[in-house]
């Protein structure tokens, strides 16, 4: 088995770095919600910084970790502190997850905002739908579906 010494410090700095990431993640929800780009572009810098440590520390331990689950897996007897740290990084990485989907959802949700924006005021490709009383396609490739003055 891999030093128990070597796992507790890996499983503890991978701890502090995803309360770090989880902290900017609620950062960047609310530069998110109140339109604060210049918060945000801070933010998103500082989660590449800790996101490049988090994927150096995993690269240098984890045949360790490897072994570990393995271990875990098979029943065989870990060391009960190792295990709940364990559990509290398994329990990190579940909330970062569950922040980061809800900050994509607000990205995503104000994307949809822009294109129906876009859409409501930029010419029309197709005339469907754009007929007279008389039954004859009247459209006009410069009309929007927001009526304004030229």
Partial sequence: MPKINELQVFFQSQIALLEELIELS????DALLTDNFDSLEKVVFKEG????????????CSQQV???LEELQSGAAVDRELEDLFQNLQQKIWQLRVNNDFNQTIINDSLNIIRLTMNLLMPQENGAGVYSSS????????????????
Avoid: H, I
């Fill in 135 to 150: 039954g004859q396609n009247t459209y006009q490739p410069s009309s929007s579906m927001v009526d304004c003055k030229r």
């Fill in 26 to 29: 609620l950062l960047k929800r």
């Fill in 49 to 60: 910084v800790l996101s490049e440590k988090l994927k150096a520390l995993d690269n240098a």
């Fill in 66 to 68: 490897q072994f570990f």
